[in-house]
């Protein structure tokens, strides 16, 4: 109880969804706009915006660096 308040001020009306499909559906197909995000760190917010997930990085250029990382 102690940091209720402040937990609800962070995610507030905010709905987790399975995935992206889902979660837009859920923001902005129903009567009412939702901020949502997905278990994957997908977040719409109530104005439609959208941040977060994308791919892993790949390819020469991102496993020329791990393995720089890794020599050391």
Known sequence: MQFQDAFYFAVQNTLVCDT??????????????????????ELIELSGTMSGGGKPKSGLMSAKIVDEFSEN
């Open 20 to 41: 992206i499909e889902i979660a837009t559906h859920t923001a902005y197909n129903l009567d009412k706009r939702y901020r949502v995000v997905t278990k994957n760190g």
